[in-house]
């Protein structure tokens, strides 16, 4: 696909490598782009998720809230070949989603006393109190997993693999959704429907997943 290329920022869904879209993956890996900069909420397995990407090398940063299921992601950070930003996990959400609705920052008052945490961020006073600034995310593609979309992209996802899939699909510039199933349109509940269509540019069906096993 034309989307990716070096250098540029990928945010994805997925927690563990459960709901990140493998289709896609193994795309970006065969097109050997890299220096690339991940966002997303950890690095998978080394063979599950976007670990496949981390762990070839392919990229230059990884923004996320642990790393700890992927130990070739640890040995590259600590090897110095791979930068690692790390965010708390309800914090990172936040930062996607204030990425998706065009807000700038966040303020927030987790980890003000640890120093990854914290570090080189500037600080706020509000009401007499002292928060964070968190920058939004965004990228110049998302890619996420859902379990049905209709031919406007209308999503609804499956379960736990729904995790950070729905703010992802926001923060993107460009948005590409893989599915099990592409269905007609009007066959999809309007009140299942978690992520509307108009965040998402391009929808592919899916070759199937490899990552059912993955907490097992």
Request: charged residues 20%; negative net charge.
């Amino acid at each position: 696909m034309d989307f990716f290329h070096d250098g540029m920022t990928l945010m994805f869904g997925g927690f563990g490598g459960v709901g990140s879209p493998p289709t896609l993956i193994e795309s970006i890996l065969k097109k050997g782009v890299q220096n690339l900069t991940l966002i997303g909420n950890d690095t998978g397995f080394p063979h599950i998720g976007i670990g496949k990407i981390v762990s070839r090398g392919r990229a230059k940063k990884v923004i996320a809230s642990h790393i700890g299921s992927n130990p070739v992601a640890g040995q590259l950070m600590h090897d110095g070949r791979l930068e690692v930003e790390f965010s708390p996990q309800g914090i990172l959400a936040e930062r996607i989603r204030a990425g998706g609705a065009g807000l700038p920052a966040i303020l927030s008052d987790i980890g003000m006393d640890n120093e990854i945490v914290s570090n080189d961020k500037p600080r706020y006073m509000l009401n007499g109190n002292e928060y964070l600034v968190e920058t939004a995310l965004t990228a110049e593609v998302s890619i996420v997993y859902a379990k049905k979309a209709d031919v406007y992209g209308n999503l609804i996802y499956d379960k736990s693999a729904r995790n950070t899939n729905p703010l992802v699909a926001m923060a993107g510039e460009l948005t590409i959704a893989e599915v099990e199933e592409i269905v007609p349109l009007g066959s999809l509940d309007p009140d299942q429907i978690i992520t509307p269509g108009v965040f998402v540019d391009y929808v592919i069906t899916s070759q199937g997943v490899n990552w059912k096993w993955a907490w097992e």
